[in-house]
């Protein structure tokens, strides 16, 4: 089973513009995000996916790999589905560019989903994290998913879901946008036409369960620290100084 990583990155951003090309502790923030991935050991290879020059030409040049995108793309996933077509690869994981401290054992743990699933049953794996907090619960930005008792993904939404219709304590699971895919899965995928619930949400993740695609879902205790805004690129450069990390 060959498995490798791909790290969409598009250099505009409407909240912090150019996030991926800033300066974290001397290292740009998709450079570093490559790095973290690279180091992970897991991946027979690991591309950055990108529409720029810009950070085509920073990923060459620091001796990585990457990937100009030929058609503009409205998702990653649909830049990923374009860039791995011809290449001979069985899963495919996509992780953010603007997470540097993506860790080993949670992507470990995707790719062991597709090892135990002999039957291939599974088309896609994602990961979610146990939310408690009520104002991060009540958050749209944060995406909630609910599963069956298998942890197949039954609905995902921006909104708190399930409803505590009693006063018996729901549990929330908050989606992690790391997904895995099987390769015929994501180019099915972007062959799809976009959906109402998707359009009304605005989360491909429930293109793939209109229609039919099964997503696994992993627990997970780890923390994703993604760089949205200025203040969260300064919180990132304290944790990469206070380590001294190169």
Known sequence: MKVIA????????????????KDLAGKSVILRTYQAVKNSKLFEEVYVVTDS???????VSNNGKAIKSKKVHESGSDRIAEAV?????????????DEPFT??????????????DKNKEIDIASLMLKMEDKEEINNPNNVKV?????????????SPIPYPREKSK??????IGIYAFRKDAI????????????????????RFLANGLKVKMVKTEHVAIGIDTP???????????????N
């Open 146 to 158: 609910v599963t069956d008792e298998q942890n197949f993904a039954m609905y995902f939404s921006r």
């Open 85 to 97: 077509e011809n290449l001979k690869v069985d899963i495919v994981i996509n992780v953010q560019g």
């Open 170 to 175: 729901a549990i929330y699971y908050k989606h």
């Open 103 to 116: 860790q080993t054992e949670p992507l470990s743990n995707l790719i062991e989903v597709f090892k135990k």
């Open 187 to 206: 180019l099915k995928f972007t062959k799809l036409p976009i959906n109402n619930l998707e359009a009304t949400e605005k989360l491909e993740n429930l």
């Open 6 to 21: 791909m790290i969409p990155a598009r250099y505009e951003a409407s909240r912090f513009p150019g996030k991926l090309m």
């Open 231 to 245: 203040e969260d690129l300064e919180k990132a450069n304290a944790i990469f100084n206070s380590n001294k990390i």
């Open 53 to 59: 020059d810009i950070i085509f030409n920073e990923i």
